[in-house]
């Protein structure tokens, strides 16, 4: 019987677009392999960064940073690989928005709650966030968005 190699899955690409930085991260499954930043200002840095990944199974980016910086990552991302721009819903993955425009909660902030409604297995939760704003947000033990404070 011939040896078989195990396959691994292709990483996923996370990135954190934010009013100072850019931050990402090379996930393969197990754990972050590669890491890294740049100023936002500086998204045009990341092509040829980007372009010394290993083969990816797709790139999820949350961008705060409005539609210039949305523009240049979609720009200096791997072609072919699928991209998931993350943005804010009235539910998702067991959350519920309780905002009357859902969109206008950072989309940074709705992922941050619906990975709080997770760790926490249902409990209700405080989700703080400091990065160039601290926001603190709200999680009823039944996935409610109560709301939060920048």
Known sequence: MPHERATRPRP?????????????????G??????????TTGAARLARTFAGLPPLALAIVS???????RAELARVLPRG?????LASAAAQSGVRNSYAHPRRLG???????????????????VVVNAGTALTVDALSADGVF?????
């Not at 996370?14 to 996930?27: C, F, P, S, V």
């Not at 197990?30 to 100023?39: A, K, L, N, Q």
């Open 81 to 85: 690989v699928p991209v998931r721009w």
């Open 12 to 28: 996923v690409l996370a990135i954190d677009a934010g009013n100072t930085r850019i931050k990402w991260g090379l996930h393969d």
């Open 146 to 150: 109560a709301g939060g404070i920048i």
């Open 30 to 39: 197990e754990g972050w392999r590669r890491r890294g930043h740049v100023p």
């Open 107 to 125: 989309c940074d902030r709705w992922a941050a709650l619906i990975a709080a409604r997770r760790l926490a297995g249902g409990a209700a939760a």
């Open 63 to 69: 961008n705060v940073a409005g539609a210039r910086v």
